[in-house]
């Protein structure tokens, strides 16, 4: 699986989009981008995943560039509850299912 | 919720020790996956189960050993226990590949385990 870069926190007002940036250069044509949270010590939560197109569902857009080297999840307005870790993770999407978590960021939600 | 169980939801046991933790999956998920969380580790991938049969493993040590039975819920069992164990362990869950578009895993609450 490609490795993931994202920075280690960030701060956000409640209220306003929080984006989350990952950079995945060594990405290949196979693998998908997915976003995970974790809540204080919660089991991880899935939130969405993408190949090449915009993706936007009820949690979150993920906005991945043209290159597919990058890649920005959006939540459009942060709540309180919304603080947690989030990680990228790029994997295919069939055969090796196993998720490999990097260090992630921690999203802190400022009121 | 996300439909997986765990069970204990702690468990505080003594160096040298085993302890057996139980996950039992969705309804419908065939996949069990087990993970370990230490503060230094980060999340670790262990093992995975596929309808009863072994398909993936991580970094798993030789004191550890899981199994998924028939009913389809998964036992890890750790043995000979050491501090560094310490740690919280998740189970998740996923539909087969193929029958889902997502394939997403779907965590359990985790075992917070304590080696004293």
């Known amino acids: 699986d490609a490795k993931t870069t994202q920075p280690p926190s960030m701060d956000c007002a409640e209220g306003r989009a929080a984006n989350l940036p990952c950079n995945h250069s060594?990405?290949?044509?196979?693998?998908?981008v997915y976003w995970y949270r974790q809540i204080h010590s919660q089991g991880p939560q899935y939130i969405i995943h993408?190949?090449?197109n915009n993706e936007t569902n009820e949690m979150a857009s993920l906005i991945i560039t043209e290159d597919r080297k990058s890649s920005t999840l959006i939540l459009p307005h942060a709540t309180l509850r919304d603080t947690a870790v989030y990680y990228c993770?790029?994997?295919?999407?069939?055969?090796?299912?196993?998720?490999?978590f990097g260090t992630g960021t921690r999203l802190t939600i400022i009121p | 919720d996300s439909g997986v169980t765990q069970t204990p939801k702690h468990l505080i046991t003594a160096t040298g020790q085993r302890v057996t933790l139980r996950c039992s999956p969705r309804?419908?998920?065939?996949?069990v996956y087990w993970y370990q969380q230490s503060l230094d580790q980060g999340l670790q991938f262990l093992i995975q189960?596929?309808?009863?049969?072994?398909?993936a493993k991580g970094n798993i040590l030789e004191r550890f050993s899981a199994q998924q039975f028939p009913d389809l819920h998964s036992e890890l069992n750790l043995s000979s226990l050491e501090l560094g164990d310490s740690a919280l362990y998740f189970c998740?869950?996923?539909?087969?590949?193929?029958?889902?578009?997502?394939?997403?895993?779907?965590f359990g609450p985790g075992t917070r385990l304590t080696v004293l």
């Open positions: 993770i790029v994997r295919a999407l069939f055969g090796n299912e196993k998720l490999t």
């Open positions: 189960y596929y309808n009863g049969e072994e398909r």
């Open positions: 309804s419908g998920d065939l996949s």
């Open positions: 060594t990405i290949s044509g196979n693998e998908y």
């Open positions: 998740a869950s996923s539909s087969p590949s193929g029958t889902t578009i997502y394939n997403e895993q779907f």
């Open positions: 993408g190949l090449k």
